[in-house]
Structure formats: structure tokens, C-alpha cells
């Protein structure tokens, strides 16, 4: 009997996690398609909220400004993420490498108000000696991508330590410059720490709410900081709605990568074994 129960108390203790971690979820998904503001009992099916969804200006302004600044400072988190990865894996020894690694580290432990805090003085102080930045797109983009820049260089770093180095020294034997082995080996062979890097970056992006508050200026307001905004006024079942839709997109993504991914261990197991 002690051993039946054993036997099963991981499985119990598992579904107890993720119905813990998903219960809301699938909560939020039902309620989204109650046909009153109710937000304690389910009166009956409609699609009323995401009609009122598709009515509502704000929300839909605010998830296409969440987009585009979500799109721009995930490209350009990777970007400098990749050249900060390369340094520090490729170059070991250089003067400040120890200063220089600390302060990509810091935003990953730095509370998110003090960054939204020194960012908004920073800007500030830039914008009064140099007229530019005005508070808007441009300084919600330039804050998410210093943060999500610490978050890509950990993923991108991992796998440059784990890549085969013979492979660039080969490259280079056969006469190919170091920038050719950069474009032409080394990114070809970190393309899926990459892709993960992007995502993870896009999605923090996209969900950042404390930094945004502090970045944004008059008329510049992110999709979470709308949601937010409404669940400080009380219940809006559009919200529901919109939170749902984002579930469903993030979902599909992630279910995207995980085939890719799948795809191309079995390509690479495939190639190994011929």
C-alpha cells in the first residue's frame, strides 16, 4: 500500500502545481465569454466582451504600440546581446572584462522600479542639455531593451560556451577572417539561443508594466499599463478578453518553437548518424 502510495504522490503533487498555476488561467478564458460583468458566476456563453474588445480604442492602441516597441527592443536587445556574448566568451582576457560583465548582471537583480527611476532621470536630464529624448516610444524602447539585454546575453552566453570551437579554428584554417567565421559559423550554430533569446526578450518587453510607467509620456500608453489602468477602476471583462487573445498568441508561439526546436535535433541527430 506505501509503495502504491509513493508511487503516485508525484503525479499528485504535480497536477496539484499546475492546476495551482493554470486554474486562474483557464478562469480568466471562461469568464471572458460571460455574458455579464459578473466576475463570480458564469450567467451564461457570449462573445459580448471581445466585441467590446474590438470597440475599445484604447486597448487596441495600446497593443499596437506594445508591438512595435516589443518588436524593436527585442531585435536590438539580441543584437547587442550577441556582440556582449561574444566578447565576454570569446575574449577572456581584457581590461574591465570583471566591471563589464558585473554591469550586464545588474538589471537582472536590480529591482525594476530603481531602473524605471534612474531611466526617467537619465532621460530627463538628456532631454533638458540635448533636446532629445522626449518621453514616448523612443524611451520605453531604449529602457526594455537594457533590460532585456542582461536576460538575452545569459541565454546567448550558455551556448557559446557549449559550442565547438574546432569548428571556428577550422573555419579559419581554410583562409575565412574573423568576421566571416562571426557571420558565416558562429551565428549559423547559436540560431536557436538566439530565436529563444528574441522571444524571451519580446515577451518581457510586451509584458513590462513598472518601466513603461516611467517611460511613457502624454498620449504613449503599452497595452499593460491600459489593463492596468482598468483593473484599478473595477472589473472590465474586456480585459478578460484581451488577456485571453494574448494567451492564445503566446501559446501558439511557444508551441511554434518547441516544433522547430524538435525539428532541428532530429535534423542534427540525422546528420550525426550519416
Known amino acids: 500500500m506505501m509503495r502504491r502510495i509513493q508511487a503516485h504522490i508525484g503525479k499528485v503533487w504535480m497536477t496539484c502545481i499546475y492546476v495551482f498555476l493554470y486554474a486562474p488561467l483557464m478562469f480568466l478564458v471562461l469568464f471572458s465569454f460571460n455574458s455579464t460583468r459578473q466576475d463570480s458566476h458564469f450567467t451564461?456563453?457570449?462573445?459580448?466582451?471581445?466585441?467590446?474588445?474590438?470597440?475599445?480604442?484604447?486597448?487596441?492602441?495600446?497593443?499596437?504600440l506594445s508591438l512595435k516597441v516589443a518588436l524593436i527592443s527585442a531585435s536590438f536587445s539580441v543584437v547587442l546581446a550577441t556582440l556582449a556574448a561574444y566578447a565576454l566568451v570569446r575574449y577572456t582576457r581584457f581590461k574591465g572584462r570583471n566591471l563589464f560583465n558585473a554591469m550586464l548582471s545588474a538589471p537582472l537583480v536590480m529591482p525594476e522600479v530603481i531602473i524605471g527611476l534612474s531611466l526617467l532621470l537619465l532621460s530627463v536630464g538628456t532631454q533638458r542639455i540635448f533636446g532629445w529624448p522626449e518621453r514616448g516610444m523612443t524611451t520605453i524602447v531604449l529602457g526594455h531593451a537594457l533590460l532585456g539585454m542582461a536576460f538575452a546575453t545569459v541565454v546567448i552566453q550558455s551556448r557559446l560556451k557549449e559550442m565547438d570551437r574546432s569548428i571556428e579554428e577550422a573555419a579559419m584554417d581554410l583562409g575565412c577572417k574573423p568576421s566571416q567565421v562571426f557571420f558565416l559559423v558562429t551565428l549559423p550554430n547559436i540560431s536557436q539561443a538566439l530565436l529563444a533569446a528574441w522571444l524571451l526578450t519580446f515577451t518581457l518587453s510586451f509584458d513590462d508594466v513598472v518601466i513603461s510607467e516611467f517611460l511613457s509620456g502624454p498620449g504613449v500608453t503599452t497595452l499593460p499599463?491600459?489593463?492596468?489602468?482598468y483593473a484599478r477602476r473595477g472589473v472590465n471583462?474586456?480585459?478578460?478578453?484581451?488577456?485571453?487573445?494574448?494567451?492564445?498568441?503566446?501559446?501558439l508561439a511557444v508551441v511554434s518553437f518547441g516544433i522547430y526546436t524538435a525539428r532541428q535535433a532530429r535534423k542534427a541527430r540525422l546528420s550525426l548518424t550519416a
Open 44 to 64: 451564461g456563453f457570449s462573445w459580448r466582451w471581445y466585441e467590446a474588445l474590438a470597440r475599445d480604442s484604447r486597448l487596441l492602441e495600446g497593443f499596437w
Open 225 to 229: 499599463q491600459v489593463i492596468f489602468s
Open 237 to 251: 471583462p474586456s480585459v478578460y478578453a484581451a488577456a485571453s487573445l494574448l494567451m492564445l498568441v503566446v501559446t
